[in-house]
Protein backbone atom coordinates (compact mmCIF):
# COMPACT_ATOMS: atom_id res chain seq x y z
CA UNK A 1 0.00 0.00 0.00
CA UNK A 2 1.21 3.37 -1.18
CA UNK A 3 0.76 6.02 1.55
CA UNK A 4 3.37 8.62 0.23
CA UNK A 5 1.77 11.74 -1.55
CA UNK A 6 -1.56 11.71 -0.01
CA UNK A 7 -2.96 14.68 1.51
CA UNK A 8 -3.68 14.28 5.18
CA UNK A 9 -7.91 14.36 3.96
CA UNK A 10 -7.41 11.50 1.69
CA UNK A 11 -5.60 9.79 4.57
CA UNK A 12 -8.38 10.18 7.27
CA UNK A 13 -10.57 8.90 4.85
CA UNK A 14 -8.39 5.74 4.46
CA UNK A 15 -7.09 4.77 7.73
CA UNK A 16 -10.78 4.18 9.40
CA UNK A 17 -11.09 1.45 6.57
CA UNK A 18 -8.11 -0.09 7.51
CA UNK A 19 -8.64 0.11 11.50
CA UNK A 20 -12.79 -0.70 10.67
CA UNK A 21 -14.49 -3.01 12.81
CA UNK A 22 -13.32 -6.63 12.88
CA UNK A 23 -15.82 -9.17 12.29
CA UNK A 24 -16.14 -11.39 14.67
CA UNK A 25 -18.50 -13.81 13.34
CA UNK A 26 -16.00 -14.33 10.68
CA UNK A 27 -13.54 -15.46 13.26
CA UNK A 28 -11.59 -11.59 13.02
CA UNK A 29 -9.84 -10.78 16.38
CA UNK A 30 -11.89 -7.61 17.77
CA UNK A 31 -9.46 -4.73 18.27
CA UNK A 32 -8.37 -3.97 21.76
CA UNK A 33 -6.99 -0.92 23.20
CA UNK A 34 -3.61 0.35 24.12
CA UNK A 35 -3.36 1.33 27.55
CA UNK A 36 -0.97 4.39 29.19
CA UNK A 37 1.28 2.29 30.78
CA UNK A 38 2.83 5.50 32.53
CA UNK A 39 -1.04 5.59 34.01
CA UNK A 40 -3.42 3.78 36.36
CA UNK A 41 -6.71 2.91 35.31
CA UNK A 42 -9.07 5.84 35.46
CA UNK A 43 -11.03 7.18 38.64
CA UNK A 44 -12.23 10.48 40.20
CA UNK A 45 -10.64 9.89 43.70
CA UNK A 46 -7.82 12.27 42.95
CA UNK A 47 -9.54 14.96 40.99
CA UNK A 48 -8.59 18.23 42.66
CA UNK A 49 -8.57 21.84 40.88
CA UNK A 50 -9.24 24.76 40.48
CA UNK A 51 -11.94 26.47 38.11
CA UNK A 52 -13.15 30.35 37.12
CA UNK A 53 -16.26 28.67 35.81
CA UNK A 54 -19.70 28.21 36.66
CA UNK A 55 -20.17 25.32 38.98
CA UNK A 56 -23.53 23.30 39.92
CA UNK A 57 -23.83 21.15 43.08
CA UNK A 58 -24.90 17.62 42.35
CA UNK A 59 -26.03 14.26 44.06
CA UNK A 60 -25.03 11.62 42.03
CA UNK A 61 -21.31 12.37 42.59
CA UNK A 62 -18.38 12.94 45.29
CA UNK A 63 -17.22 15.32 43.26
CA UNK A 64 -19.73 17.65 44.63
CA UNK A 65 -19.68 20.30 41.38
CA UNK A 66 -20.42 19.67 37.69
CA UNK A 67 -18.05 22.40 36.05
CA UNK A 68 -19.96 24.47 33.26
CA UNK A 69 -18.69 24.87 29.87
CA UNK A 70 -21.56 26.64 28.73
CA UNK A 71 -24.09 29.17 29.91
CA UNK A 72 -27.22 26.58 30.12
CA UNK A 73 -26.49 23.44 27.94
CA UNK A 74 -24.61 21.28 30.85
CA UNK A 75 -26.46 22.78 33.22
CA UNK A 76 -29.49 21.52 32.44
CA UNK A 77 -27.92 18.02 31.00
CA UNK A 78 -26.26 17.57 34.81
CA UNK A 79 -29.67 18.12 36.26
CA UNK A 80 -31.23 16.17 33.89
CA UNK A 81 -28.29 13.10 34.51
CA UNK A 82 -28.11 13.48 38.54
CA UNK A 83 -31.90 13.35 38.61
CA UNK A 84 -32.28 9.90 36.45
CA UNK A 85 -33.08 6.66 38.30
CA UNK A 86 -30.66 5.02 36.04
CA UNK A 87 -28.21 6.63 37.01
CA UNK A 88 -25.74 5.27 40.17
CA UNK A 89 -22.72 7.95 39.17
CA UNK A 90 -21.59 10.05 37.29
CA UNK A 91 -18.70 12.87 36.19
CA UNK A 92 -18.75 15.94 34.00
CA UNK A 93 -15.36 15.05 32.43
CA UNK A 94 -13.79 18.18 33.66
CA UNK A 95 -10.13 17.67 35.00
CA UNK A 96 -10.52 13.81 34.84
CA UNK A 97 -7.98 13.27 31.83
CA UNK A 98 -10.01 11.23 30.07
CA UNK A 99 -9.60 11.51 26.30
CA UNK A 100 -10.50 9.51 23.10
CA UNK A 101 -7.55 10.13 20.77
CA UNK A 102 -8.70 10.81 16.95
CA UNK A 103 -7.45 11.38 13.59
CA UNK A 104 -7.92 14.51 11.86
CA UNK A 105 -5.94 16.11 9.25
CA UNK A 106 -3.29 13.96 9.58
CA UNK A 107 -2.81 14.70 13.04
CA UNK A 108 -3.75 12.84 16.23
CA UNK A 109 -5.97 14.90 18.52
CA UNK A 110 -7.68 14.21 22.07
CA UNK A 111 -11.80 14.32 22.43
CA UNK A 112 -12.47 14.99 25.77
CA UNK A 113 -16.39 13.90 26.29
CA UNK A 114 -18.87 15.94 28.41
CA UNK A 115 -19.82 13.52 30.61
CA UNK A 116 -19.54 9.60 32.51
CA UNK A 117 -22.39 7.96 33.64
CA UNK A 118 -22.39 4.84 36.26
CA UNK A 119 -26.07 3.00 35.33
CA UNK A 120 -27.31 1.35 37.71
CA UNK A 121 -27.57 -2.63 37.24
CA UNK A 122 -28.89 -5.51 39.50
CA UNK A 123 -25.99 -7.09 39.14
CA UNK A 124 -23.13 -5.38 41.47
CA UNK A 125 -20.35 -7.25 40.15
CA UNK A 126 -20.85 -5.69 36.75
CA UNK A 127 -19.90 -2.06 35.85
CA UNK A 128 -22.14 -0.27 32.97
CA UNK A 129 -21.06 2.98 31.56
CA UNK A 130 -22.29 5.71 28.76
CA UNK A 131 -19.74 8.29 27.62
CA UNK A 132 -22.68 11.13 26.93
CA UNK A 133 -21.99 14.22 24.40
CA UNK A 134 -23.69 17.26 24.71
CA UNK A 135 -23.30 18.73 21.24
CA UNK A 136 -24.62 21.70 19.27
CA UNK A 137 -23.21 22.06 15.99
CA UNK A 138 -19.27 20.35 15.69
CA UNK A 139 -17.94 20.36 12.38
CA UNK A 140 -15.90 17.21 13.90
CA UNK A 141 -18.87 15.38 15.05
CA UNK A 142 -19.01 12.39 12.87
CA UNK A 143 -15.00 11.92 13.19
CA UNK A 144 -15.74 12.31 17.09
CA UNK A 145 -18.18 10.02 16.90
CA UNK A 146 -16.66 7.03 15.03
CA UNK A 147 -13.46 7.68 17.39
CA UNK A 148 -15.71 7.18 20.48
CA UNK A 149 -17.88 4.17 18.96
CA UNK A 150 -14.17 2.65 18.03
CA UNK A 151 -12.91 3.11 21.31
CA UNK A 152 -16.53 1.93 23.19
CA UNK A 153 -15.89 -1.31 21.21
CA UNK A 154 -12.03 -1.89 22.02
CA UNK A 155 -12.46 -1.70 25.85
CA UNK A 156 -15.88 -3.74 25.66
CA UNK A 157 -13.97 -6.34 23.75
CA UNK A 158 -11.37 -5.94 26.41
CA UNK A 159 -13.62 -6.35 29.01
CA UNK A 160 -11.43 -5.05 31.60
CA UNK A 161 -13.45 -2.34 32.76
CA UNK A 162 -17.21 -3.40 32.86
CA UNK A 163 -18.96 -2.43 29.46
CA UNK A 164 -19.42 0.94 27.79
CA UNK A 165 -21.74 2.81 25.96
CA UNK A 166 -21.75 6.01 23.45
CA UNK A 167 -24.38 8.65 22.92
CA UNK A 168 -24.83 12.16 21.85
CA UNK A 169 -27.73 14.32 23.02
CA UNK A 170 -28.20 17.45 21.23
CA UNK A 171 -31.06 19.17 23.48
CA UNK A 172 -31.00 18.97 27.10
CA UNK A 173 -34.85 17.10 27.11
CA UNK A 174 -32.92 13.94 25.06
CA UNK A 175 -30.48 13.49 27.86
CA UNK A 176 -33.39 11.47 29.33
CA UNK A 177 -34.34 9.43 26.28
CA UNK A 178 -30.67 8.28 25.86
CA UNK A 179 -29.76 7.57 29.63
CA UNK A 180 -33.54 5.35 29.23
CA UNK A 181 -31.93 3.80 26.18
CA UNK A 182 -28.81 3.12 27.78
CA UNK A 183 -30.26 1.34 30.47
CA UNK A 184 -32.31 -0.44 28.68
CA UNK A 185 -29.69 -1.86 26.56
CA UNK A 186 -28.24 -3.01 29.71
CA UNK A 187 -28.46 -7.03 30.50
CA UNK A 188 -29.68 -8.95 33.51
CA UNK A 189 -32.11 -6.45 35.16
CA UNK A 190 -36.20 -6.14 35.12
CA UNK A 191 -38.21 -3.16 35.13
CA UNK A 192 -37.87 0.50 33.49
CA UNK A 193 -35.75 2.93 35.20
Do not use: C
Not at 24 to 38: L, N
Amino acid sequence: MVLIGRTADELDALLPSIFDKADTSQGEVPEVPYYEADREPGSTEEVDFWTSRDVREIVHSHLNYVVADTKRWEQAAAYYIDKHPATAAFAKNAGLGFAIPYLHNGQMHDYIPDFIIRLKTEDEERQEYMILETKGYDPLEEVKREAAIRWVNAVNADGMYGHWQYAVARKPEEVNKRLDAAFNRVPARSGNP
